[in-house]
Nanobody, 116 residues
Framework: QVQLVESGGGLVQPGGSLRLSCATS????????MSWYRRAPGKERELVAR????????IYADPVKGRFTISRDNAKNTVYLQMNSLKPEDTAVYFC?????????WGQGTQVTVSS
């Protein structure tokens, strides 16, 4: 079955960096686009970044452009989110996502807290 397992979250000071990882299994990773979403306290879940299969093209939400980078390692079936210049408003639970045969699959999420 499809499994997504996020890791790498934690507490970081404003201006700091974190690298999130999402290890996947149960599907042919290299054939599917992958996404990172986040849900901040009291807010709806929102798309953060997406990376295509094939050409590896990427898109980013406006609030994270220039600060976050999504990447993938098809040999390791893993997608990453490098987060730099973190701000308190980046505090959220971060989820990776794949749409496989028309259904969305999610990991359990990893908490990112940006605070001094």
């Amino acid at each position: 079955q499809v499994q997504l397992v996020e890791s790498g979250g934690g507490l970081v000071q404003p201006g700091g960096s974190l690298r999130l990882s999402c290890a996947t299994s149960g599907f042919t990773f290299r054939r599917y686009g992958m996404s990172w979403y986040r849900r901040a306290p009291g807010k709806e879940r929102e798309l953060v970044a997406r990376i295509n299969s094939g050409d590896g093209g990427t898109i980013y939400a406006d609030p994270v452009k220039g600060r976050f980078t999504i990447s993938r390692d098809n040999a390791k079936n893993t997608v990453y989110l490098q987060m730099n210049s973190l701000k308190p408003e980046d505090t959220a639970v971060y989820f990776c996502n794949v749409r496989w045969f028309g259904s969305d699959y999610w990991g359990q999420g990893t908490q990112v807290t940006v605070s001094s």
